[in-house]
């Protein structure tokens, strides 16, 4: 479920390393993807976004969700919008200290009416001095 997971110089904050600029990529081919959580390995809170740009479809015969793809981009300067026009939200993180963090992501998808749930994760490393 989980597609792509990583990381890119922050539009916002270039050539510091404290910011974490993280790109999430997750496909689910009879799902519809409904929340990302990340753990960003610090100690600190769950960051939770219920982000999918795309409405929930149910297709005959079966009923099940069509398949999709939904990223998160962490460019706060030009965010993807939604549909509706409502903004991607960043995925840039704060780090006060230097070491490495090992990031984990949660993707959760169900069906159309939020029965049978169905995740994924993975996870990366983010190391600087």
């Known amino acids: 479920m989980l597609k ?3 990381n890119y110089k922050s539009v916002d904050h270039p050539g510091d390393l404290h910011y974490l600029p993280l ?3 997750a496909q689910d081919d009879d799902g519809w993807i409904r929340q990302f ?4 390995g610090d100690g600190g809170p769950l960051t939770t976004y219920d982000y999918n740009p795309f409405p929930c479809k149910a297709m005959p015969p079966s009923g099940w969700p069509a398949g999709n793809y939904v ?5 706060t300067t030009h965010p993807l919008v939604a549909i509706d026009g409502t ?3 960043s995925t840039e993180h704060y780090y006060p200290d230097p070491g490495s963090y090992i990031v984990t ?3 959760r998808s169900t069906a159309c009416d939020g029965s ?3 995740e994924g994760s993975g996870t990366t490393t983010w190391s600087f001095n």
């Not at 990223?71 to 460019?75: E, G």
Request: hydrophobic content about 40%.
């Open 87 to 89: 903004p991607a939200p």
């Open 105 to 107: 992501v949660t993707v």
């Open 4 to 6: 792509t997971l990583g």
């Open 23 to 25: 790109f999430i990529g």
């Open 37 to 40: 959580v990340v753990d960003w």
């Open 71 to 75: 990223s998160l981009p962490s460019d």
């Open 116 to 118: 049978d749930p169905q």
